[in-house]
């Protein structure tokens, strides 16, 4: 990025520099972050090594908590590192990485929630051609197709971002680099970046969010036509897991990026809740509805 002052870095001021009681939020995020890996990786681990999860939907939900722990690693080491230092001071290079991999893993769950939602659909709206269309070689596609669209909306992302002029304060209010955080330090070559941040929303935002509806808009009305209590709870049961993760997700993200630029403490607030608390509580969701994931890690525990 083109500076027209000498600095070259930003100051990252999550929390008021008077704040007395750092010591305890970096022990309430220690254990947020290593609550989440932790759980997330016996996801993973319990996946990849149980046969009878190597299953679509288990696949996508892998995916998943992978995300999650890179959604918390990309912010919580280095908040940790300048709230137990007092250094506050990031470099362009350390902010646009922050950036770059923070949408790579944004843009993913968005496309990972679509699609665990369209592999709900089929399995209970078309069961019969469920192997048909989420074949092993079609879950395979689907997944390169996610981390490469993910990867290459970044790259074009950061890319105009780094063709723009700073000219503002470089005082970042958040808890990491994050994109509207970002957007209020430039001041001249915008055009680009908001042509691609609106073929971003369209594409990557607004198309999954609707077929997430779709979907579940048909599954409930299939739900509703089925004459056995016992049926309609089995099919309920497959997609409760995913619409409270879905709300929650989108929820705090849209409200983070709706509030007034002036609102910097319940920016920090949305912010957490969309980067930390939600990627350690997926993972329990899943497993606490998920009889055949609570079957597998008993048995493992």
């Known amino acids: 990025m083109k500076n027209e002052t000498s600095e070259n870095f930003f100051y990252i001021l999550p929390f008021s520099e008077e704040t007395k009681h750092k010591s ?6 220690c254990l947020m972050y290593l609550i989440g890996v932790l759980i997330n990786s016996s996801i993973i681990t319990v996946i990849c090594l149980e046969v009878q999860l190597h299953k679509p939907m288990y696949l996508f939900i892998c995916n998943l908590s992978i995300v999650d722990i890179f959604f918390t690693s990309i912010s919580v080491p280095k908040l940790l590192h300048i709230l137990l230092s007092g250094n506050h001071i990031v470099s362009f290079s350390q902010c646009y990485t922050q950036l ?11 496309i990972l929630l679509f699609i665990m939602a369209y592999d ?20 395979i596609l689907i997944t390169f197709g996610i981390w490469a669209a993910a990867f290459l909306n970044s790259f074009l992302l950061v890319g105009s971002i780094l ?32 042509i691609l941040i609106s073929i971003e929303i369209l594409i990557l935002s607004s198309i999954p969010v609707l077929g ?7 599954i409930f009305f299939l739900i509703l036509k089925m004459k056995s209590k016992e049926s309609r709870r089995k099919a309920f049961s497959t997609c409760s897991s995913h619409i409270p993760i879905m709300s929650i997700f989108y929820g705090a993200g849209i409200a983070e990026y709706l509030i007034p630029p002036y609102s910097e403490f319940l920016a920090v607030i949305f912010n957490v809740v969309y980067t930390n608390i939600v990627p350690m509580i997926n993972p329990i969701i899943y497993s606490l509805q998920n009889a055949n994931v609570q079957s597998v890690l008993l048995k493992f525990i």
């Open 24 to 29: 305890l939020i970096s022990i309430f995020f």
């Open 100 to 110: 770059y991999f923070f949408i790579i893993v944004g843009t993913a769950e968005e």
């Open 120 to 139: 709900r659909y089929v399995a209970i709206c078309i069961p019969l051609h469920y192997h048909q269309i989420l074949s092993q070689r079609n879950c």
């Open 163 to 194: 063709n723009m002029t700073s000219c503002h304060s470089n005082i970042i209010h958040q808890i990491f680099c994050d994109l509207k955080s970002l957007t209020r330090t430039i001041c001249t070559g915008t055009t680009m970046f908001f």
């Open 212 to 218: 997430t509806c779709v979907s579940y808009v048909n």
